[in-house]
C-alpha cells in the first residue's frame, strides 16, 4: 500500500525564517514520482513540483528547495527566508508510474507571521 | 489558456437532491480526475478517465457517477445527496505521466 506522511500538522514561524515541511513516503514501487503542492488561503491547488524516483538531486527554485533521499523514503521542502506570501498548506503527494492516483498526505498548514 | 474550470464554486443541496459538478480543460490533457477533500484532510480520488469514454473508479466512488463524452469535459454526477458529501470537490487534468493541474474547486454542503 502506498502511503504519505506529513508529521506536522501546523508549523507557524516569524517573517524571514527558514522553514522545512517534512514528507515520509511508502510504496513498494520502484518507479515512482513525488510531488509538493500548494493551498493557499484562496482554495485552488498549485503544483510546485515533480520529482521522479531515479532523480535523487536535491532542486533548487529561488526561495524553494527540495530534498529528495530515497535511503529514507523523505522527500522535504525548505522555504528560505519565509514571507507572508507563503502562507497555505502544503501537500505532499504520490504516484507510481503507470498509476493515475495521487495519494495526498494530510498536509501541512504553514503560517508566516509579519 | 483558461487551464481546469469548474462551475458552480459553490452549492447548497438539500439530502436527496441531484446535481452535476461541471469541468472542463482547455490543454488538450487525456487525463481527468475528480477529487474530494475534507476538511483538515488530503484529496481522495473519486473517478478519474485516461481519455473520451473511458472512466474508471478511484478510492471513493460510491454515490458518484462519471462521465467523459469530449476530451475536454468530465462532469461529476452526484444522484442522491448525503451529508457524507459534504466536501470541496477538485476537478484534475494532465498529460500521461505529467503532472496534475487542479481546478479552483467546489464547495458543495448537503443538509
Known amino acids: 500500500a502506498q502511503k504519505v506522511t506529513q508529521a506536522q500538522t501546523e508549523i507557524s514561524v516569524v517573517e524571514k525564517e527558514d522553514v522545512t515541511l517534512d514528507c515520509v513516503y511508502e510504496?513498494?514501487?520502484?518507479?515512482?514520482?513525488l510531488f509538493w503542492y500548494k493551498q493557499p488561503p484562496s482554495g485552488e491547488l498549485v503544483f510546485l513540483i515533480r520529482?521522479?524516483?531515479?532523480?535523487?538531486q536535491n532542486e533548487i527554485s529561488g526561495r524553494y528547495s527540495w530534498n529528495f533521499q530515497k535511503s529514507t523514503s523523505s522527500f522535504n521542502f525548505t522555504i528560505t527566508a519565509s514571507q507572508v506570501v507563503d502562507s497555505a498548506v502544503y501537500f505532499c503527494?504520490?504516484?507510481?508510474?503507470?498509476?493515475?492516483?495521487?495519494?495526498f498526505g494530510q498536509g501541512t498548514r504553514l503560517t508566516i507571521n509579519p | 489558456n483558461a487551464g481546469v474550470t469548474q462551475t458552480p464554486k459553490f452549492r447548497i443541496l438539500k439530502i436527496g437532491q441531484s446535481m452535476t459538478l461541471q469541468c472542463a480543460q482547455d490543454?488538450?490533457?487525456?487525463?481527468m480526475y475528480w477529487y474530494r477533500q475534507d476538511p483538515g484532510m488530503g484529496l481522495k480520488l473519486i473517478y478519474y478517465?485516461?481519455?473520451?469514454?473511458?472512466?474508471d473508479k478511484g478510492e471513493v466512488p460510491n454515490g458518484y457517477n462519471v462521465s467523459r463524452s469530449t476530451t475536454e469535459d468530465f462532469p461529476l454526477r452526484l444522484e442522491l445527496a448525503a451529508p457524507s458529501q459534504t466536501s470541496v470537490y477538485f476537478c484534475?487534468?494532465?498529460?500521461?505521466?505529467?503532472?496534475?493541474?487542479f481546478g479552483p474547486g467546489t464547495r458543495l454542503t448537503v443538509l
Open positions: 503527494a504520490l504516484r507510481s508510474q503507470g498509476a493515475q492516483k495521487l495519494v
Open positions: 484534475a487534468s494532465s498529460a500521461p505521466g505529467q503532472e496534475q493541474f
Open positions: 490543454m488538450n490533457h487525456n487525463y
Open positions: 478517465s485516461v481519455g473520451a469514454g473511458i472512466t
Open positions: 520529482r521522479n524516483s531515479f532523480d535523487e
Open positions: 510504496t513498494r514501487d520502484t518507479t515512482y514520482y
